[in-house]
């Protein structure tokens, strides 16, 4: 590969999970371009050899000039109900893959249904929510996913704390629109269950209080995978963390930026009357969307990679695999689909 196909683009490159994003991609070899409504901001927090770009998302034709020479484009910069769009379609313009780490469900089901023409026209691919929410739960089901209707998809999350950063603040009050659930293998309105059994997680975090709360994995899954129910589950204590006006944004606890906070995250499959289950856990959801997204990059950059369409994740590239380069490095994986 020349160097301009190994050039990725970073929008929102001056944010918590942007920066993160960005020190990957270098770390792996990659030539980043930082991409930012601020040239102060990118000035004072992006590494001085990496170039900057100043694009707003209401200009277009400076959108696709700020994606020139790049081959992926990341998009790290909420609420994606504003950014998704504009971005992907420039992204698409200049001849970029495109991926974002959206958690908010309805910029994903946009993504798919609005932008699968566009990418197989231009031969490329747009990826939504490749991330800690949406990404890693897609990864899980599909490499647990036996051939045929899955009956059963549940995602559980346990976070210790979650230290909310001012992007996702942002987007919550931005995403007001309803959530939604897979319920008789449809896409149907989120209802509040009041009865939602404790999860026991591996130590420390042991057994938690859950709530229901789907967030984009709802989406990414049933886009590809024909599953009866999907659920999606977090702990009580995070979302109350969330809630909580008071509670700080992220600090970094060591040398590589990361919070101190701790995650587990679970997958548990039922089809043709067997269970399967699998999970990752880690440090900083923020943090580990960073290793995931600059993975799925450098299989976009290979040149015999053929795919174009809005895909999720799982579909985009080989769930296996990628996980398999996830574990150890970035993520403990355990289950039914720990790697070969």
């Not at 998704?84 to 992204?91: E, G, K, M, N």
């Not at 992007?167 to 989120?190: D, I, S």
């Amino acid at each position: 590969m020349n160097s301009i196909s190994k050039c990725v683009a970073v929008v929102g490159a001056t944010g918590h999970t942007g920066q993160f994003v960005v020190h990957e991609a270098l770390r792996r070899g990659l030539s980043v371009v930082a991409v930012g409504r601020s040239a102060a901001r990118l000035d004072e927090t992006i590494p001085e050899a990496v170039p900057r770009r100043v694009a707003e998302l209401d200009d277009p034709v400076r959108l696709e000039q700020a994606f020139a020479g790049c081959a992926v484009v990341i998009n790290c910069a909420g609420p994606f109900l504003d950014t998704a769009a504009p971005v992907a379609q420039a992204a698409l313009r200049a001849g970029c893959h495109y991926i974002d780490v959206t958690a908010e469900q309805p910029s994903a089901q946009a993504s798919f249904t609005e932008l699968d023409a566009p990418a197989r026209a231009a031969g490329k691919v747009v990826i939504p929510a490749a991330a800690f929410y949406g990404g890693l739960a897609d990864l899980l089901a599909s490499a647990l996913a036996g051939d045929g209707e899955i009956d059963e998809i549940t995602v559980a999350i346990a976070l210790d704390r979650w230290w909310p950063t001012a992007g996702t603040r942002k987007t919550g009050e931005r995403n007001t629109v309803p959530r939604l659930v897979v319920k008789n293998g449809h896409l149907a309105p989120f209802v509040p269950s009041a009865e939602v059994p404790d999860w026991v997680f591996s130590a420390p975090l042991g057994q938690q209080a859950m709530v229901e709360i789907p967030f984009s994995e709802v989406i990414t899954l049933a886009h590809h995978l024909k599953v009866g129910e999907i659920r999606s589950l977090i702990n009580r204590s995070a979302l109350a963390d969330i809630r909580d006006a008071s509670t700080p944004q992220p600090t970094a606890a060591d040398e590589s930026g990361r919070s101190a906070q701790r995650f587990e995250l679970v997958v548990r499959l039922i089809q043709g009357g067997l269970t399967r289950t699998a999970g990752v856990r880690g440090q900083d959801i923020y943090a580990v969307t960073a290793p995931i997204v600059v993975e799925a990059a450098l299989r976009l950059l290979a040149p015999s990679y053929r795919r174009s369409g809005a895909l999720s994740l799982a579909q985009a590239v080989d769930p296996v695999e990628l996980l398999r380069a996830l574990h150890g490095p970035a993520l403990d994986l355990f289950g039914d689909a720990l790697p070969g």
